[in-house]
């Protein structure tokens, strides 16, 4: 330690051997910051805290901090062998050498003098002194002091050890208080429970104190024998001794605690007497929702609870906190397996049954002690022994699934681990559970893997396997999990058919006899149906069969044997109700022996089958009943239940009441009609389908394998497949008309844009404030309030009387809130803030309503010009002023204020008498209302001149204008008594300024006449701000002379500021008083996205040259004006500064989709609370001098907790905590990412805000032998550290601060990654309520207002149970970036509108689709939290949090009178980036037990509702894309077979009606006008029809079809593919603005396989069919079906060109074609990205075929033999083969295939083996193939007369073929790589690839020849501000450029 002996001795030997670890340069100062240190040194980071802290102070103590610091790093780590460990030991030793040197200089004493020095120095100073105080930013000081206190005494020790000199006793003793007090003043997150504490405001409250006392109630317990006492200690920490939970779990859930109960403990009335006790009806309350899910569990097992209470009354309250705080801690500490809410259930009951054996002092029979905890209450206890081995269980499945890549069938999901404790046989575990038990168990293939664990082995077969459920990969999920309805839809198409096919077409033919019993042979399908179910249920079960119960199983065989007979009953007994049997029932008969007919046995069978049906239909009638009997536990019910549905711990008593099913009903009764109704169009193909049958065909125009099939069966179903599946689908279409009708009335009903402009806004603000007070303001008194349709109607609000006092001043604070909030937000200027502000300080003058400036602006200049020319006629003019209310209030308030300023500033006694004459008379004369005829008014607008001049005067209240001042005010007496009052002033007549002068006047000298005005108050003192507002205000109404009528000229203010007024209007509940209503916490998941924009990144152009900024410059130019208004400054000058630099920073970001955005929006939920609160408790003198006073009075007020604002700070920490999860911030932080700075300033600038974390620190093992490196995790609470430093003169430190470190059992992500990341953080929210918001979302001050009201929700019941979820509706504020962005922002307004009102009320589904929705805290942390997170299946992880909730007897509503903002993807690629991720979502949704559960436990309309809102939207997507391809190959079977010739004067082939309408109805959905109408619905209800149909045309301009249809493609193609073999996964579509280019490369690996592959496709058939195909050409409708299906191909092939900015500008082109060659002749390899290489992208875009199951690839092969079919169909229709039809021809096409493929194969073995060697051999080689194929070719067109149409038909049959083999190819790899032709495939797949490229680029190429096309994709693409300023960038940019190359040729 050289640095501490003087400088002239040597270093000694240790520290040498340290510098030999020295091996990185020097890495620079930033290495030191004290944040950013290796996670295995995690230890030193306070120790380098503290020496920045005190190095300004003291550079030689800071200098010892940090070699102590680099002392203890090598201790921690002697090898550095931690990652990044070397490196910081370099750096830190380079700058100890320096600073040694520098710190040495003028040292005087030693250094271990110094440190004792500093350290009591330290102590006096600041510990002394700061202990005195008592505010709540002292407290935080004082806390941060301790700790540096203890670090400086660390270092001070080490210091004087080495200087072998002793401690002093001063010191010691100081440094036994800090170690006591250390250990007492931890950092805190809302409560500081610490005895020194006990005077802040937050622990003043009585329910706080109440809380703390009972749970401080520890009497009786029995403490562990070594148990050491601690101050304060409660029940929690008794459990913590018992148990062994950690430290910061206890901290963390006693404050959690005490908040639940005191929140509860608040809102109880009749108010509990105001001790300090825990009101018992409070803890039975929060007891009774924490264990209603324990309780039903143990009553599903047939279990008693393990909740016993005590006889004795004064011990129950204990127990219960026993109870809680025990299922809490458990909860706060089980990381993962809070996913599995039933394992926590089967913990908490043995842990809670060894509690109540401790507390009962229970003997063990085993041991004959007491029982003790089974797992001991050592230190991590419960980690390690409970948690752990669960956890490891979790985290070897997941591995298992390969990322999820794996089948879902062969490992174990969160649901599957969670279920194994839905049985009884759970209890096998055991407790303490068994290390060899079942549920422990790996599968036999992984048991070498696990041989190094400590657990005994196990044997392989005991896997448990899939449980309840198994999610495998089939379409067949679609049909098992929705049964019923497909049942109903082929039997009503059976039915329609047979009455169609039987009778005259007409429905009346039904009641025929023998049509009629035709129609009966529906039963005969039923029960088809039924077996095909019940087959279905045991094949896709086959895999869970080892876990099922016994009942389950027997259920599912009988079902099938049941099914099975009646497949049998049903024909025969049908054959026999027939006197001449029809010939299907012929052929049953003849098996069954031809007996006599007896029709009364088939309708017995019928009522037998029928009547378990019978029973639903009634239980479905009365759905009480069948709520009690699915609820219910007795033997008997569950097996009366058992054969309708197994039992099952979820999905029971789903239903709803009968209000709510009788209006979903008859929603799906009347679609179901509408429907069936237009799906008899099938009729008229009837008699045309029966003529085809009978026409004979005998000429074919190919091989005909089956020349004498009867009936032309393939016509038929060419004809009828396309019709067929219409049907099936437009269902979904009739969903979207009805959904927009009945949403639209629903909404209407809502009072939805009843305000949309502000034009309406001034028309109904009279009763706003009215509105504001009834809605916003907690009621004093309750009134009755108004229900029933009137009521609905018609809402009016009282207006609020002129003498108003607190109602007005309680409107005004919240008004001004909401408008400050827009000029903070820049969305208005400082002109309009100052016309939309209401005056904040209630002015005792004035007895009116001051209303707006922006509703009087205008109206006095108006009246003023209205009364001078009134010419004494006052009727006009009265008439004038009743008509405009407004500009009566204005006259009212002008005379009122002009009245109470003159009589302010005049003080002479005489003066004061003329004054209050004048005033006096007026006044009279407006009661006698003759003001106008006794007075001449043609003189007023010299006084209002004269007015306006002294209200300046005043408003710059210079003391030199006094004299100018008093010329105004004797011009105005003048004006005033002279001109306009005509009688003579008695108080006037003795006056020098009078009418008639007095006779001695003259004699008087002048010094001694009377000075009129010579005492005035002016300069007026004092000058309050009430004042100088009210001063500008009246400026403000006199001077404004233009209307303000588009104030606020913004668009979005205008649109929140219009919601806004227009929600106050809608049904929503009270508001209660803050300290009344539910708490609540947000949470925000947060992983790496933009934090805030850097300055670079805002500069940074692309290859336009535009910026961020410059593109938002450009798009929001009104807020960029407003801004630099704001700040102050130029454009110029705002790099000046490094604050105007943060401002900028700060305001691009509150643009874009940044975290940044999102926390300002929620923390806008704080400030309203504390606003609201400061209405809640201020006296009358606080509400009149307003909120603003107390704001301002901040810094004295936060000194003392008695203060106002303290209280409101208190109870908004009470009600309300912010979290956001940043995932990796500790990673950020240790890597000096700038994304943890800019997270600290959000924490310092928003102290509430809390920040969570995952931190993954690197310890050493202890084990001596081998020191290897662990990565231990814990979840991690932080929040800013109080900045001020011990010296004010320092530079301020921001840091963060560790509230909680609670360790986890490993990793936290093992499966989604979004709802892990929620999971670990879900243990810091606090309150009743948990808003989950995602990083894309923003929310506004005035909405924050309303969430009080929102909260009240959850203690209304809406249907039979209360809410579990409030769903809220959103606003997309990306709209206004593109013409994309808002497409999509239509679409997500519609659905998060219209769409979610609908499925809420009347259909009653609607589930959780993301964020804002606000979750009942502690129904969800007891039943499996906010989402689901199972790796691939849980993808779309919001869904499945309310399949979850109304699974388990939750209720989800919708709420449209509050909103929140949220960011969509705005860029071609983004969007379609995020429709897969939905569509794979959704595939995975398809094959969930969700899903499953749903369709068999809701009632069938339900499921309907159901089906049709979830997958079926993406099934019928699907559907309506195959109907296409369908349609086509059906033509072509026609054509290309001669069909279509024999029967060409056929009706149903020439003119066939219901295909049109079919085809039709294909392209309706197509071109996305099922999502138009909703979207012009919900816009015409909000801002009304005309603009909703305006935005209809111009979305049709900017070609939203393209999009829709574009988007069709997407969602079908991952939709299908995830349902076949897979390969979904979370794409991150990236939040910024897409201003840029995507390359041509990019697009094609986008959308290659998704859209162009069959766009190409489709265009091949289409050619084909226009090539051969005759007989249709002349028909309309048919012109318009091929133009759909072109349409279809167009998009799909050119949407992303052309939806790309500047997709067609030359040189873009030029670049991408040179990208485009490099990308495809790049060689893969490993390590080599997608994005890099067409071999790597081409691996990787089949990897999802590696993985899928043999079903998979059998159906991938079926699918490409197509391919062939089609070549077979083409090669008979060639010149030189149409004369034959011998199946040779199709062999000779294969064999012309396979001889191109071989020559392709020898020339490139050839180029391999010979190109080097023998070059010249191997070019004659090429040139002798070339040759010889120019001769065949030749040959063919000379001798078999082959033409170019020849030709050209080859291209288009062989082409496909080759593909097809590539697609069989891949399906078979693994047999194709044995076969070693793997290389081949690859060159083929290139040489495809390098062609479709062509075919897309050429037409783009040519297109971007001509300049007028960018310029018109440009305008299309952008809106027209951007349009404009991105020409204008491009002009400059060239001439930057031109400059630029002249001035290089002059230098040269």
């Known amino acids: 330690m050289a640095s501490r002996r003087g400088p002239d001795q040597q270093p000694p030997g240790p520290q040498r051997r340290i510098m030999r670890t020295q091996t990185a340069g020097n890495i620079g100062e930033a290495m030191l910051d004290s944040e950013v240190v290796p996670s295995s040194l995690v230890e030193i980071a306070p120790i380098l805290r503290v020496a920045n802290e005190v190095e300004a102070r003291n550079p030689r103590v800071a200098y010892l901090c940090r070699f102590y610091a680099f002392e203890k790093a090598h201790r921690l780590d002697p090898t550095s062998s931690g990652r990044g460990v070397r490196q910081f030991k370099t750096a830190l030793l380079q700058r100890l050498e320096r600073e040694n040197e520098t710190t040495l200089v003028g040292k005087q004493k030693s250094d271990a003098r110094e440190m004792q020095n500093f350290y009591r120095l330290y102590y006096e100073q600041y510990i002394k002194k700061l202990q005195s105080a008592a505010d709540k930013a002292d407290r935080a000081q004082l806390t941060k002091a301790y700790q540096t206190a203890a670090v400086l005494f660390e270092v001070l020790k080490a210091v004087n050890l080495s200087e072998s000199v002793e401690v002093s006793d001063e010191i010691l003793e100081a440094h036994t208080e800090v170690a006591e007090k250390t250990q007492i003043y931890v950092p805190y997150n809302i409560l500081p429970l610490d005895p020194d504490s006990a005077n802040q405001a937050i622990m003043k409250y009585p329910e706080i104190q109440a809380s703390v006392s009972a749970l401080r109630n520890i009497r009786g317990l029995p403490w562990p024998k070594n148990h050491e006492k601690k101050v304060n200690e409660d029940i929690l920490d008794w459990l913590q001794a018992m148990f062994g939970f950690q430290r910061d779990n206890v901290a963390n859930q006693r404050e959690h605690l005490i908040l639940l109960l005191a929140n509860v403990h608040i809102r109880q009335l009749p108010k509990p007497d105001q001790q300090p006790k825990l009101d018992d009806r409070a803890l039975t309350e929060v007891m009774k929702k924490l264990f209603k899910n324990y309780t039903k569990w143990c009553k599903f097992l047939g279990r008693k609870r393990s909740l016993w209470l005590p006889t004795i009354q004064q011990e129950v309250q204990q127990r219960k906190l026993l109870y809680m705080g025990l299922y809490l801690l458990i909860w706060g500490e089980a990381a993962n397996l809070r996913f599995m809410p039933e394992c926590l259930c089967y913990i908490y009951h043995h842990m809670a049954f060894e509690l109540y054996g401790m507390l009962a002092g229970n003997v063990s029979p085993m041991t004959g002690e007491f029982i003790k905890p089974a797992y001991g209450g050592e230190d991590e206890a419960f980690l390690r022994k409970v948690v752990t081995p669960i956890y490891e269980t979790i985290a070897k499945e997941a591995r298992r699934s390969k990322g999820g890549k794996y089948k879902h069938s062969d490992w174990r999901n969160y649901d599957d681990l969670n279920e194994y404790f839905w049985s009884v046989d759970c209890f096998k575990l055991g407790w303490p559970m068994r290390a060899d038990a079942d549920f422990f168990s790996q599968p036999p293939e992984k048991l070498q893997v696990d041989k190094s664990e400590d657990r005994k082995p196990i044997t392989g077969d005991r896997w448990t396997g899939k449980i309840n459920f198994v999610e495998i990969r089939s379409f067949w999920h679609i049909f098992r999990s929705f049964d019923r309805m497909w049942s109903f839809f082929i039997l009503c198409l059976q039915a329609m058919i047979i009455i169609a096919w039987n009778g005259n077409g007409d429905l009346s033919s039904i009641s025929e006899g023998d049509t009629f019993k035709k129609v009966l042979s529906i039963f005969i399908t039923a029960a088809i149906l039924k077996l095909a179910q019940a087959v279905l249920d045991i094949m896709l079960s086959w895999k869970a069969r080892r876990m099922m119960s016994y009942h389950v199983k027997l259920r599912y065989i009988l079902k099938a044997i049941s099914a099975a007979v009646w497949v049998i009953v049903m024909p025969v007994t049908y054959a026999y109700s027939w006197k001449n049997p029809p010939g299907f029932a012929q052929t049953i008969r003849s098996w069954f022996g031809n007996g006599s007919s007896s029709p009364s046995l088939f309708i017995l069978a019928v009522f037998i089958y029928l009547s378990p049906n019978i029973l639903n239909v009634l239980l479905f009638l009365f759905p009480i009943v069948r709520r009690y009997l699915e609820r219910s536990n007795y033997k008997i019910v569950t097996l009366m239940m058992w054969w309708s549905q197994p039992r099952l711990y979820v999905g029971r008593g789903m239903h709803e009441s009968s209000v709510s099913l009788f209006k979903y009903t008859m929603f799906w009764v009347l679609l179901i009609v509408a429907k069936l109704a237009f799906s008899f169009y099938i009729e008229p193909l009837v008699v045309p389908t029966k003529e085809i049958m009978e026409v004979p065909i005998h000429t074919f125009k190919w091989h005909e394998f089956f020349p004498r099939a009867k009936n032309n069966i393939g016509v038929v179903v060419a004809l009828w497949a396309p019709i067929i599946l219409v049907y099936f689908m437009d269902t979904q279409i009739w969903y979207a008309i009805f959904s927009t009708i009945f949403g639209g009335i629903y909404g209407a009903f809502r009072r939805l844009g009843e305000i949309r402009t502000l034009e309406m806004l001034r028309s109904r603000f009279q009763s706003l404030p009215g509105a504001f007070n009834d809605r916003l303001i907690p009621k004093t008194e309750d009134k009755p309030k108004k229900k029933g349709l009137k009521a609905t109607l018609s809402r009016k609000f009282d207006e609020i009387p002129s003498n108003k006092g607190k109602e007005a001043a309680r409107f005004a604070q919240l008004w001004n809130k909401i408008i400050t909030s827009f000029r903070e937000e820049d969305l208005i200027s400082n002109r309009e803030r100052n016309l939309l502000l209401v005056p904040y300080w209630a002015d005792p003058d004035l007895d009116l309503i001051q209303w707006p400036p922006f509703l009087l602006a205008s109206k006095i200049p108006i009246a003023v010009d209205m009364a001078k020319d009134c010419n004494r006629k006052d009727r006009e003019l009265k008439k004038k002023l009743d008509a405009d209310n407004y500009m009566k209030c204005a006259v009212r308030e002008c005379y009122a204020s002009c009245k109470s300023i003159i009589n302010n500033l005049v003080q002479g006694d005489r003066e004061k008498v003329v004054i209050n004459d004048i005033f006096t008379k007026v006044d009279e004369h407006i009661e006698k209302d003759d003001l106008i005829k006794e007075l001449n008014m043609s003189d007023l607008p010299s006084l209002y001149e004269q007015f306006v001049e002294l209200i300046e005067c005043l408003s710059r209240n210079n003391k ?989």
Request: aromatic share 12%; charged share 20%; hydrophobic share 40%.
């Open 960 to 1948: 030199d204008e006094k004299d100018r001042v008093v010329i105004i005010l004797l011009n105005m007496l003048e004006v005033m008594t002279r001109d306009i009052m005509e009688d003579p002033l008695p108080s006037l007549l003795d006056s020098n300024h009078g009418g008639s002068y007095g006779k001695h006047e003259g004699m008087t000298p002048l010094d001694q006449q009377y000075q009129y005005f010579g005492a005035l108050n002016f300069p007026v003192q004092p000058e309050t701000e009430a004042w100088k507002e009210k001063i500008r205000r009246l400026s403000l109404l006199l001077t404004v002379k233009e209307s303000a009528m588009d104030v606020p000229s913004n668009l979005e203010a205008r649109r929140r500021i219009s919601f806004f007024s227009n929600s106050l209007f809608m049904d929503m509940p009270a508001a209660p008083k803050v300290r009344n209503m539910l708490s609540y916490s947000v949470l925000t998941p947060y992983y790496t996205e933009a934090v805030l924009f850097s300055i670079n990144a805002l500069e940074l152009e692309n290859e336009d040259g535009v910026s961020i900024l410059f593109y938002l410059q450009k798009i929001f130019p009104d807020e960029w004006t407003n801004f630099l208004e704001r700040v102050n400054s130029s454009e110029e000058e705002l790099r000046g500064t490094g604050e105007l630099q943060e401002e900028l920073r700060l305001w691009a970001s509150y643009r874009g989709q940044t975290l940044t955005k999102t926390v300002r929006g929620m923390m806008y939920y704080r400030k309203a609370l504390e606003l609201q609160a400061f209405l809640d408790m201020a006296k009358d003198k606080d509400l009149m001098k307003g909120y603003k006073d107390v704001e301002s009075n901040i810094e004295e007020d936060s000194k003392n907790e008695r203060s106002l604002w303290a209280q409101c700070q208190a109870i908004a920490d009470m009600k309300f905590t912010y979290v956001v999860s940043c995932q990796q911030y500790g990673i950020h932080k240790r890597s000096g990412d700038a994304r943890a700075k800019d997270i600290l300033r959000l924490m310092t600038t928003y102290p509430s805000l809390r920040v969570a974390y995952i931190d993954e620190v690197e310890v050493t093992s202890n084990d001596k032998s081998k020191k290897t490196i662990q990565k231990v995790y814990y979840s991690v609470l932080v929040k800013a550290a109080s900045p001020k430093s011990i010296d004010s003169s320092n530079p301020v430190q921001n840091l963060d601060e560790v509230i909680y470190k609670i360790k986890l059992p490993g990793p936290a992500i093992l499966g989604e990654g979004k709802p892990e990341n929620q999971n670990h953080a879900i243990i810091f929210t606090r309150g009743e309520g948990l808003q989950t918001i995602d990083m894309n979302q923003d929310n506004y001050m005035e909405e924050a207002f309303k969430m009080r009201n929102l909260l009240e929700e959850f203690l209304k019941t809406h249907g039979v149970r209360p809410p579990t979820i409030l769903g809220l509706r959103e606003h997309i504020f990306t709209g206004s970036v593109s013409s994309l962005a808002w497409f999509m922002s239509n679409q997500e307004t519609s659905f998060v509108t219209i769409g979610q009102r609908l499925l809420a009320n009347p259909l009653k589904v609607r589930f959780h689709y993301g964020h804002p929705d606000v979750f009942d805290r502690l129904f969800h942390l007891t039943r499996g939290g906010v989402s689901k997170a199972s790796k691939i299946i849980n993808l779309s992880e919001d869904i499945f949090a309310g399949f979850n909730s109304t699974l388990r007897e939750g209720n989800v509503t919708h709420h449209e009178y509050i909103q929140v903002g949220k960011g969509r993807d705005v860029g071609l690629n983004q969007i379609s980036m995020f429709e897969a991720k939905i569509a794979n979502g959704n595939g995975e949704q398809t094959i969930s037990r969700d899903i499953y559960r749903l369709g068999h436990r809701f009632d069938f309309f339900r499921m309907l509702s159901c089906y049709f809102t979830t997958t079926g939207f993406y099934f019928s997507t699907l559907i309506t894309v195959l109907i296409v391809y369908i349609f086509l190959y059906g033509r072509l079977y026609l054509v290309l077979s001669g069909l279509e010739e024999g029967l060409s004067n056929h009706p149903a082939i020439r003119d066939n009606k219901p295909l049109q309408v079919a085809l039709a109805s294909q392209s309706f959905v197509q071109i996305g006008l099922l999502m138009a109408l909703p979207m012009m619905m919900e816009i015409g209800l909000e801002r009304g029809f005309r603009n909703a149909l305006i935005d209809f045309i111009l979305m049709q301009l900017q070609l939203a079809p393209v999009f829709f249809t574009f988007s069709l493609g997407t969602r079908t193609h991952y939709y299908g593919r995830t349902l076949l073999h897979g390969g979904a996964e979370y794409r991150s579509t990236g939040r910024g603005f897409v201003v840029f280019h995507a390359k041509f490369a990019d697009n094609y690996r986008l959308y290659s396989r998704s859209h162009f592959v069959k766009g190409i496709e489709l265009m091949i058939l289409l050619l084909v069919y226009h090539i051969f195909g005759h007989s249709y050409r002349g028909v309309v409708a048919y012109v318009f079906i091929t133009i759909s299906i072109w349409f279809m191909v167009g998009t799909w092939l050119f949407a992303p060109f052309l939806f790309n900015p500047s997709g067609f500008e030359w040189q873009k082109i030029l670049d991408d074609w040179t990208d485009w060659n490099k990308w495809i002749s790049n060689r893969g390899g490993i390590g080599v990205l997608p994005e890099k290489s067409w071999e790597s992208w081409w691996d990787k875009e089949h990897d999802h075929l590696r993985y899928s199951g043999m079903r998979g690839r059998i159906t991938e092969i079926v699918l490409s033999v197509r391919f062939f079919i089609y070549q077979y169909g083409l090669v008979y229709h060639l010149n030189i083969t149409k004369n034959t039809q011998n199946f040779l021809v199709y062999g000779a096409s294969w064999v012309v295939i396979l001889l191109i493929l071989f020559v392709m194969k020898a020339v490139s073995v050839g180029r391999r083996r010979f190109s080097a060697n023998f070059q010249l051999v191997f070019r004659m080689i090429k040139g002798l193939i070339f040759i010889t194929f120019i001769a065949i070719l030749i040959t063919l067109i000379a001798v078999p007369g082959m033409t170019f149409r020849d030709i050209i038909v080859c291209i288009l049959a062989f082409m496909p073929t080759g593909w097809g083999m590539l697609l069989i190819a891949q399906a078979c790899k693994p047999v194709v790589v044995r076969a070693g032709l793997w290389s081949s495939v690859k060159t083929l797949a290139r040489g495809y690839e390098i062609v479709m490229g062509l075919l897309l680029f050429i037409p783009v190429a040519f297109l971007a020849w001509f300049p007028f096309v960018s310029e018109f994709q440009t305008r299309m693409l952008f809106n027209q501000a951007f349009s404009r300023g991105l020409q204008i960038s491009r002009i400059l940019g060239g001439q930057r450029k031109d400059r630029a190359d002249h001035t290089s040729r002059n230098k040269e």
